[in-house]
């Protein structure tokens, strides 16, 4: 395996906000292609770790390299990073006053400097892939929860991103409307995205995950594949979490 | 679109019947020369119309300079205020302070300061409207939540952008509300203002016009200025609809 199959590597990475550690010595490898799924119950860092990767949290100590770059450096450029680092989040956050499309154009015109034609253009292929050509010209308030976290995902896949972080990205919904997120996640998985997702949805872990992280008091307790953690999870806090969550 | 439009034309045509009939009621039996029916009312206005036109303008010129002014100072303060928690610590307090004392108080030293004509005026509305959107503004951008200032930035979006495409937007309906309630203020105070100094507008021309014991022309007076109040909120009304057609 080549340095350059590691999409995103984590190494030794700390975070505490003030006196409480949120993350110790994390240490994570990401190969290009691969979709790892982070469980863990809620506090545990899974998704400080998730905002470290494109810096929206700035790590304390260790450091993350995307595609062989160091991004924990003093000279990272931050927003050259984040244009190739895609992130969902659990609040869909689409520009409450521009219509779908036009949500999806935005960050194309103004970071990626295209041209007013390619980015509608390259909305519309997005929106098509989300499932969601029809409601282009819908504003947000007109679609429902499932489709804005939809939008969120064509938003963030038209720049073009090398890797995709999914920060609890069905969380927010409807349980109805998890599924349809879920299939569009599913899809980009199939499609040999990177992705690196933060979920409760065990059934997703299962079917598309390549690897199962379970973190918990902010360090990685367990890891493997979705047959190794789901079905012979070797730690006592693991099969507990797994235990409780069915 | 119609059926809608209709209901609201309907409703508007039903509060001005309401409203008149009201007044016509208590014209009638309170049966003073102070309060004339509608119809004397509106024989007057048409009557003192000509004289009427320069005060109302003076009038309306004054009161939309000073929104203008005190909005055009109160949004920006606002924004940094919002995001600065330095200059909110230290200014939060100061801002406190000031936002409940009634500005109007303030009248005869910026009567000293700023002679009789406009000056003393615009400057005592602007500070009105100023603190009155200063507050609502500052209190939106705090109510941003911090989800959407981080999707922006994971797009790549600079600190401009933020404020161009999260804040402003966001901030947007309580400039308007903060206006269209800082409408009647503006019109109060600017009421006293003209009403206690100088010759000119709609405040003077009501005064003068009770002093001289001419009701009728007082009462043009009195309609005239709460038009100017009816077509600046309608106004605001419009504005905001434009621009804020999202919600």
Known sequence: MGESDIMVSIQHLSKSFGETEVLRDVNIDVKRGEVVVVLGPSGSGKSTMLRCINLLEKPTGGHIYIEGEEITGPNTDVDKLREHVGMVFQQFNLFPHLSAKKNVMLAQRKVLKRSNEEAERIALEQLARVGLADRADFLPDALSGGQQQRVAIARALAMDPHVMLFDEATSALDPELVRGVLDVMRSLAEAGMTMVVVTHEMGFAREVADRVIFMEEGVIVEEGSPSEVFDNPKNDRTKDFLGHIK | ?247
Not at chain 2, 34 to 39: D, I, V
Not at chain 2, 183 to 209: C, H, K, N, R
Request: aromatic share 12%; with cysteine.
């Open chain 2, 1 to 247: 679109m119609k059926p809608p439009l209709l209901r609201k034309i309907g409703g508007y045509v039903f509060a001005v019947v309401f409203i008149f009939a009201g007044w016509w009621i208590t014209a009638v039996l309170v049966n003073s020369p102070a309060l004339p029916t509608p119809a004397d009312a509106v024989e007057v206005l048409v009557a003192n119309a000509d004289q009427l036109v320069p005060y109302f303008f003076t009038s309306a010129y004054r009161v939309i300079v000073s929104l203008v002014i005190g909005t055009v100072l109160a949004v920006p303060i606002a924004h940094v205020c919002a995001r600065s928690r330095t200059l909110d610590t230290l200014f939060a307090p100061v801002l406190y302070l000031l936002y409940p004392i009634p500005k109007v108080v303030l009248l005869p030293i910026l009567l000293v300061l700023f002679g009789l004509a406009d000056a003393p005026k615009i400057v005592l509305i602007s500070l009105t409207v100023f603190f009155q959107v200063l507050v609502a503004v500052r209190d939106a951008v705090r109510a941003i939540p911090e989800s959407a200032v981080v999707a922006i930035r994971s797009l790549g979006g600079s600190r401009f952008d933020e404020y161009r495409h999260v804040a402003v937007p966001a901030t947007m309906p309580a400039v308007f509300t903060s206006l269209r309630i800082g409408v009647g203020t503006a019109i109060a105070v600017l009421f006293i203002a003209e009403a206690m100094a100088g010759s000119t507008g709609l405040g003077y021309y009501i005064m003068q016009s009770w002093s001289m014991v001419n009701y009728p022309r007082m009462f043009a007076g009195i309609i005239a200025m709460a038009l100017l109040g009816v077509v600046l909120y309608a106004l605001f009304d419009i504005v905001e609809r434009r621009l804020t057609r999202w919600r």
